[in-house]
T-cell receptor
Framework: AQSVAQPEDQVNVAEGNPLTVKCTYS??????LFWYVQYPNRGLQFLLK??????LVKGSYGFEAEFNKSQTSFHLKKPSALVSDSALYFC???????????FGAGTTVTVRA | GAVVSQHPSWVICKSGTSVKIECRSL??????MFWYRQFPKQSLMLMAT?????????EQGVEKDKFLINHASLTLSTLTVTSAHPEDSSFYIC?????????FGPGTRLTVT
C-alpha cells in the first residue's frame, strides 16, 4: 500500500519570503514522487518529480523539492514566493511497479502581497 | 509530455438524466487512462482505470453501472454518469500515462440540479 500525508491544510506567506509545503510518504518499494499544482477549476499541472538520482530536484516556476529517504519526506520549496503561486498543491507517490498515483489531501498556499 | 483535453469543461444537468464526459489524448495514443473525481478543496479520488479495448477497472466503492467508462480508441475515453443525482456534482479529471508519468486533463465541472 502507498500513501501520502500533507500535514498542513494551509500555508500563508508574504511575497518574497521562502515557501515550504510539506509532504511525507509511505510505499513498500522504491518511491516515485511528484508535486502538482492546481488553480481554481483547472486540472493538475506538473511541477516536478523524483525518480532516482540527486535528492534535490528542480522543477517548473522556480520550485524545488528535496527527497529525504530516512525521513520519508519530499518537501516542496521556493526561495522567494510570488502572489501568483497562490494555489492548491498536491504531493503524490507511486510505487516503482505501479502506475496508480496516491495523492495527499492538498495544501492551499496563499501568498500575500 | 502529453496534451489531454476534456469536453465539456462545464455541464449542468437535471437530476435523473445522463451526461457524457470525453477525455482525449491529443498528441499520442493512450492505452491507459485514469478517471478521478474531486470534491471542492479536496484531493483527487481515483474512480477507475480505463484500458483501450477492454473493460475498465473500477476502484472499490465506485458503482460501475452508474459511472460507465468506454475506451473505444487510443485517443478517446468517455465517462457517462447515468441517472445523475445532486451528490454526483463534482469535478471530474482524466489523465493519461506516457513514459511512466501521468498527464492530466483540464477537468469537467458537473453540476446536477
Amino acid at each position: 500500500a502507498q500513501s501520502v500525508a500533507q500535514p498542513e491544510d494551509q500555508v500563508n506567506v508574504a511575497e518574497g519570503n521562502p515557501l515550504t509545503v510539506k509532504c511525507t510518504y509511505s510505499v513498500s518499494g522504491n518511491p516515485y514522487l511528484f508535486w502538482y499544482v492546481q488553480y481554481p477549476n483547472r486540472g493538475l499541472q506538473f511541477l516536478l518529480k523524483y525518480i532516482t538520482g540527486d535528492n534535490l530536484v528542480k522543477g517548473s516556476y522556480g520550485f524545488e523539492a528535496e527527497f529525504n529517504k530516512s525521513q520519508t519526506s519530499f518537501h516542496l520549496k521556493k526561495p522567494s514566493a510570488l502572489v501568483s503561486d497562490s494555489a492548491l498543491y498536491f504531493c503524490a507517490v507511486r510505487d516503482m511497479g505501479d502506475y496508480k498515483l496516491s495523492f495527499g489531501a492538498g495544501t492551499t498556499v496563499t501568498v500575500r502581497a | 509530455g502529453a496534451v489531454v483535453s476534456q469536453h465539456p469543461s462545464w455541464v449542468i444537468c437535471k437530476s435523473g438524466t445522463s451526461v457524457k464526459i470525453e477525455c482525449r489524448s491529443l498528441d499520442f495514443q493512450a492505452t491507459t487512462m485514469f478517471w478521478y473525481r474531486q470534491f471542492p478543496k479536496q484531493s483527487l479520488m481515483l474512480m477507475a482505470t480505463s484500458n483501450e479495448g477492454s473493460k475498465a477497472t473500477y476502484e472499490q466503492g465506485v458503482e460501475k453501472d452508474k459511472f460507465l467508462i468506454n475506451h473505444a480508441s487510443l485517443t478517446l475515453s468517455t465517462l457517462t454518469v447515468t441517472s445523475a443525482h445532486p451528490e454526483d456534482s463534482s469535478f471530474y479529471i482524466c489523465s493519461v500515462i506516457r513514459a511512466y508519468e501521468q498527464y492530466f486533463g483540464p477537468g469537467t465541472r458537473l453540476t446536477v440540479t
